[in-house]
């Protein structure tokens, strides 16, 4: 994506990072995005696997790539590696789909990290810088929140979304409100009714 796609992006801040600071904090911040990198093999499923020219597999039919705790799925997968291991992986489908699976809570509200899941046209993932680039009549879950564009960047570590409207369009975003916590004593077992007299 080129500098003048990126500054279009309307930065949404459902979670904000400083960016600025010594080095100390610039090396707690990669750190901490290291930690929260997906690990383990890379698992791809598909009814149908090519080679192609220049290293890279394109793969069809019922696709599935499992990275750590994140899924893609769709209808095609053209997956391009390097030689460090890492990947670009471009899922096309009706739709494209993405499966980020949430993190215990912690108790914080910095620590909360809700389950995430997305559909669009196609889904981009760029394992270098851990960003998916969902593109296509964007849809973004995270939790209870919803939102919609054209196209949603989406952060995988840092679980930091920016999304995009089409031209002459808006983002729509769809808030839940924290269910309320009940008032001390609000439980309280009624006052039994006082038992019935005789009839007279």
Do not use: C
């Not at 995009?164 to 769809?174: D, F, M, S």
């Amino acid at each position: 994506m080129s500098r003048a796609d990126r500054g279009l992006f309307a930065a949404l801040a459902l979670f904000l990072a400083l960016g600025v600071g010594g080095g100390s904090l610039a090396a707690t911040a990669e750190s901490t995005r290291d930690s929260l990198r997906p690990t383990g093999p890379v698992k791809i499923n598909a009814d149908r696997a090519e080679w192609q020219k220049g290293g890279s597999m394109v793969y069809t039919g019922n696709v599935r790539l499992e990275s750590g705790d994140l899924k893609l799925s769709g209808d095609k997968l053209t997956l391009k590696q390097y030689e460090d291991g890492q990947f670009e992986a471009k899922v096309d489908g009706k739709p494209a789909m993405l499966d980020h699976k949430g993190l215990e809570f912690t108790g914080a509200r910095d620590g909360e990290r809700p389950p995430v899941s997305a559909r669009a046209s196609q889904l981009t993932y760029d394992s270098r810088e851990e960003i998916v680039e969902i593109a296509g009549q964007a849809l973004l879950t995270r939790g209870t929140d919803k939102i919609t564009g054209e196209n949603i960047r989406y952060d995988v570590a840092q679980r930091r979304i920016e999304a995009k409207a089409a031209e002459g369009g808006q983002v729509q975003i769809e808030l839940q409100p924290p269910p309320r916590k009940p008032k001390p004593g609000a439980e309280a077992a009624a006052p039994p009714a006082p038992a019935a007299g005789p009839t007279p």
